[in-house]
């Protein structure tokens, strides 16, 4: 291809020697040297002149019809595929691999039990190693306590597990208001105070075997026991009084009883007679 005198014989720039020997190019000076491509051509410009070079490479592409190298979509006459080659030799066969065997034993292998073109393996896995024997734990409750917060703790002594709890105090503000509450407790004394007399344990067994007040409040009070039970010692004397009139009536009629039978007996001899 002839090459192309792009910038042609018109001088672009000139450019003043410097005092020292040096040219001094100013930006705007190069903005003149140097072209640049036409958006809607493609051509260079030199100093905004069209050229009319092309400033972008050609579009290389293959007929699909005759193989021909196409030049920005033109015929270049040119073959761009070449002719079929000879065939070659054959190849070797292909390799087909296949899992004859997985057995276990001593030691782990791989073995071909075919041929380089058929494969066989046998795979030897290793036996596992014999594990150690388990331990069942044992578990138990330790102490129940109340706290802050609920927590459980394990105290372990060999196989045995001891569960501590920390059990969270109960909020009875929704059950009893605080005014009733203070009610209920004046005078009321604390357990730590009458450990002079009974341990806590001991109060707790005591208190334990008591009713509650609500399952007795309809029981008589001590007066009115006392008061009936004068009343039955009164009907008891009463009843005893009337026995004993009872047992002297019946030995009144006992006797009475024998005279009339001495009667009856005499009046019977009299008449015999």
Known sequence: MAETDILGDKTVISLNLQDDGTVAIKQSDLAKLLPTIDAATGDWLINGVDSGTKAKAPVLTISDTNGHWLIDGQDSGQVAIGTQGTQGAKGDAGVSFVINSVTIGEQASVTNAGTTSDVKLDI??????AGKDGVTPSF??????????????????????????VLPQPDLSAYT??????????????KSTLTSYYTASQMDTKLSNKADLSTIANIADKDTVATLSDKVSKLQDQVNTQAQTIVKLNDSVNTLMAKIATLSSTSSTTNGK
């Open 124 to 129: 030897v896995l290793p036996k596992a190693a």
């Open 140 to 165: 138990k409750i330790g102490s129940v306590t109340t706290g802050g917060s609920a927590s459980v703790t394990d105290s372990v002594d060999g196989t045995t597990h001891t569960l501590n709890f």
């Open 177 to 190: 208001a605080t005014d009733t509450l203070t009610k209920l407790l004046t005078d009321k004394v604390d």
